[in-house]
Every structure is written in structure tokens, then in C-alpha cells.
């Protein structure tokens, strides 16, 4: 009964990241993007069809009947790029893609949405993701009730297995540890903090700094477009060009540095500018390959430091942590899809039957009000009355027995 629900997926466990973009829509949003979805689906003559691209995975999940062979595969991406090759999709030794059918495309639906298959285990990330994924489809009318019912269910496994693992537990991101660290020291309720860089890396540690409310921060990049961008992005602080760092006087209580740079770019002779006569301890976090703070800012200076190294060996100790709980989340797993299996079916069933009650009551007045019309205006009122409640009744009872009986063969 499951074999309906599909999934082709392509991540980075068989393909290259910068491959990955063969296999998705190059319109990744709006009016552009809803019209090729429905196009796929018309094509591939799909009943329902969820589509979720993120950084590192690509996944059509999708309700059809008919069987998926190497054609269907081929004609799926051809769909979805045209100039895709068969060696892209099928490789010589190993497949880019992988598909899943029935139960066991439950179980992977269940898997993704609860991480355990993510690239790092245990982030919550990517329920967010597949959650926005999925109510922008069924938004666009490209859902139904199986993939609904699938998602409901893959949500609620996730939950589950981050309220009865540890699988969610001990950090991992080198931001998200930095940011921890941080905390941990004493800072005051509104530090100022410079922030010098404006990368991805410290776009993310500037969401952390904007959900603590820590909002005093000045962004320095060599790029004044960048850091506006970065202050526009998140609404945090003010953005500066780095070449304003030097004459900066305002002080600050925390700077943390992450820049492309290959040599130091915050020196000790910089760093004497910056703090003057104050000899109050600072917080430095570099979170850049190689060190952007120098040496000898560490050595000669009253800091805390926090640098990517310790952060990256501390990262693979918490991901070594959650792989331990990967073992008894999907246990778990196991067991909500075989929770699934009976409710779908008893849906199915639902739906299979919900024309009855519809069919009944049209027999019903069809036959009192045309086969037997003349026969009931003959009646007195208290009569027809009484027939009217015994035609109830047995409308009733009629609706409920297919009911029970299914309801009841479901049990065997």
C-alpha cells in the first residue's frame, strides 16, 4: 500500500557539492520555480510531488503509481535539466542519485527530516528546512493527502527522536561552540563587540550575536558593501570599512575576526591602537584558516582566547557523540514507520470509502422524493414523520456497517 510514495535524492554522501547543482532547478524560488515544478510533474505524470533543495542535498519526494525504472530516472533529470548526461545520473561504478520506493522511502523521509542522515548529525537545521519545503509545495497546490499524511508523520518521528536521543546534543558548528565559549565569559549586559569581517562564517556568528540581543557591534570588511549587506541581512550593529579599524577610539569588549586574509590582520602594533589605556581584559574569537589574530596579541596582551583549532577538535568530539545516539534514533525511526504503515492504510481506506454516506443519502431522496412521492402524499403528517426517522435510522446504520466491516478486515 506504501509503494505509491518515491524519493530521488542526490547528496553530497555521492556527488561533489559543486556538482549538486546539476540535479536541482537553477530557479530556486517564485513564480519561475512553481512553474517548472508543475511542469515536472505533468511530465512524469505525478499524482503529488515535494521538492527541497539545501546546500548539500536535493530531494524529489513524490506519490506515483506507476513503476520507476532506468527511463523514468533519466527522463526525471532530463526534466530537470536538459542537458544533463545519463553518465551524470547513472556514473560508471556508482550511481549520483539514489532512489527509494514505498516503505523504504518512508524510512529515508523520516531519516532526513530527523538528521540522521545530514552531513552533521543531530542539527536541526534541515526539519526547519524540509518543513519550509514542504508547506511551500502543498502552498502551490503540488501536495496532497499522501505526502501530507507522510509529513505529518516524518515531523513528528524528528521530534520524537530529539526528545528521547541525545542525538541533538553538544554543538558542533565552530560558530555555535565559539558562541558558547563566549557566553560562558564575563561580558557585560550590552558589550561592545567588533566584528571584522563579513563572510558567511560571521553572518552566522552575527544571527547568534542578534538572538542574545547583543546588538552594539560595528562590522569592519574591506568591503563597505559587504558589511552593509551583512547589517542590512541581520539588523545588527553598523557596518564600517576595515580601513576605519585603526582609528577606531569607541573601545570594545569582544572582537571576533574571520576574513580570507593569509596573514595576520589584526597585529600587536593594531591592536595597542585599538585599546589604548585600557587594560581591561578583551575576549578575541578567530575563527580564520590561517589565525587573522597574531601571536603575539595573545601573548602580550590581558585576552581570552578563543581560536578555530581548539573549536574544530572540540566540533569532531560532540559529532563523535551524537554518532553514538545515530543507533538508538533510528531504532526509532524504524518504529514510527511501522506506526505509519497501519494509519495510512486505515486513511486509504478512509478516502476509498468516503463516497457511501454521499451515495446513501442520494438513494435515500431519490426514493422519497420521486419513486415513492405520491405513495408518501397520501400520508398523514405523524406517519410520514415516523418513516422519515426509520429512513434515518437505516441510512445510519447502512453508512456505518462498510465501516466497521473495513475497519475490522484491517485487523487481519
Known amino acids: 500500500m506504501l509503494q505509491g510514495f518515491k524519493i530521488l535524492t542526490v547528496t553530497h554522501k555521492h556527488t561533489k557539492l559543486q556538482d549538486l547543482g546539476k540535479y536541482l532547478f537553477a530557479e530556486n524560488q517564485g513564480d519561475e520555480l512553481l512553474g517548472r515544478l508543475e511542469n515536472l510533474k505533468q511530465v512524469m505524470r505525478l499524482e503529488e510531488l515535494m521538492y527541497l533543495a539545501t546546500c548539500n542535498r536535493v530531494l524529489y519526494f513524490f506519490y506515483v503509481e506507476n513503476t520507476v525504472d532506468h527511463k523514468f530516472i533519466l527522463d526525471f533529470f532530463r526534466t530537470v535539466n536538459p542537458t544533463i548526461e545519463e553518465q551524470d545520473v547513472f556514473g560508471s561504478e556508482m550511481s549520483a542519485h539514489s532512489f527509494y520506493e514505498g516503505e523504504a522511502a518512508i524510512f529515508h523521509l523520516f531519516k532526513v527530516t530527523a538528521s540522521i542522515d545530514s552531513m552533521v548529525v543531530g542539527e536541526r537545521e534541515i526539519l526547519r528546512q524540509i ?7 502543498q502552498q502551490w497546490g503540488l501536495t496532497d493527502d499522501n505526502i501530507r499524511l507522510a509529513m505529518d508523520f516524518a515531523v513528528r518521528s524528528a521530534k520524537n527522536i530529539y ?4 542525538i541533538g546534543e553538544k554543538p558542533v558548528s565552530v560558530v555555535s561552540l565559539a558562541m558558547q565559549k563566549m557566553l560562558a565569559t564575563e561580558l557585560p549586559d550590552s558589550p561592545k563587540i567588533l566584528l571584522v569581517g563579513a563572510g558567511q562564517t560571521n553572518t552566522l556568528v552575527a544571527k547568534f550575536l ?5 546588538t552594539n557591534v560595528l562590522v569592519f570588511n574591506r568591503s563597505i558593501e559587504r558589511s552593509q549587506k551583512l547589517v542590512d541581512t541581520v539588523e545588527i550593529g553598523e557596518a564600517k570599512s ?11 569588549d569582544c572582537m571576533i575576526v574571520c576574513t580570507a586574509a593569509t596573514e595576520p590582520v589584526i597585529t600587536n602594533a593594531l591592536y595597542q591602537q585599538l585599546i589604548g589605556q585600557d587594560n581591561e581584559q578583551k575576549i578575541l574569537i578567530d575563527l580564520s584558516i590561517p589565525h587573522n589574530i597574531a601571536e603575539e596579541v595573545v601573548t602580550r596582551n590581558n585576552t581570552q582566547y578563543i581560536e578555530i583549532e581548539g573549536l574544530r577538535v572540540l566540533a569532531n568530539e560532540n559529532l563523535a557523540f551524537r554518532r553514538q545516539e545515530v543507533v538508538k534514533a533510528t531504532e526509532l525511526t524504524q518504529a514510527e514507520v511501522k506506526t505509519f504503515h497501519p494509519i495510512y492504510r486505515q486513511r486509504m481506506l478512509e478516502r476509498a470509502l468516503q463516497h457511501i454516506p454521499k451515495e446513501i443519502k442520494a438513494i435515500k431522496a431519490h426514493a422519497m422524493n420521486e419513486v415513492f412521492k ?39
Request: charged fraction near 30%.
Open 131 to 137: 518543513r519550509e519545503a514542504y508547506g511551500q509545495c
Open 163 to 166: 526528545a528521547n536521543t541525545r
Open 210 to 214: 542578534k538572538s542574545y540581543n547583543y
Open 242 to 252: 576595515l580601513s576605519e579599524l585603526p582609528s577606531h577610539r569607541g573601545g570594545f
Open 374 to 412: 405520491k405513495e408518501l402524499d397520501l400520508l398523514d403528517d405523524e406517519t410520514k414523520a415516523l418513516l422519515e426517522r426509520m429512513m434515518l435510522y437505516m441510512e445510519r446504520r447502512c453508512i456505518g456497517i462498510p465501516m466497521k466491516a473495513a475497519k475490522e478486515a484491517m485487523l487481519y
